[in-house]
C-alpha cells in the first residue's frame, strides 16, 4: 500500500510540474505575441497620424488654389 501511495504522489507531482511548466511558456508566448501586437497598433497609429497629416496639407493647397 505505501508503495502505492509513493507511485500516486509521483504521478500527481509530475502533473503538477508539468502543468506548471506549460502555464508559464504559454505566459511568456502571450506576452510575446501582445508586444508584437502592440508594436504593429503602435506603427499603424503612426502611419495613420501622417496620412492624416498629408490629407490636411492636400485640402488647404486645394482651398488656397480655389481662393
Known sequence: ???????????L??????SVGY???GVV???KQLKG???SIFQLEL??????????ERIDLTEMRID
Open 23 to 25: 502555464s508559464v511558456i
Open 37 to 39: 501586437i502592440e508594436d
Open 1 to 11: 500500500m505505501e508503495t502505492f501511495m509513493y507511485v500516486l504522489i509521483g504521478i
Open 13 to 18: 507531482s509530475a502533473v503538477f510540474t508539468f
Open 47 to 56: 502611419d495613420l497620424g501622417n496620412l492624416h497629416r498629408e490629407l490636411n
Open 29 to 31: 508566448r502571450g506576452n
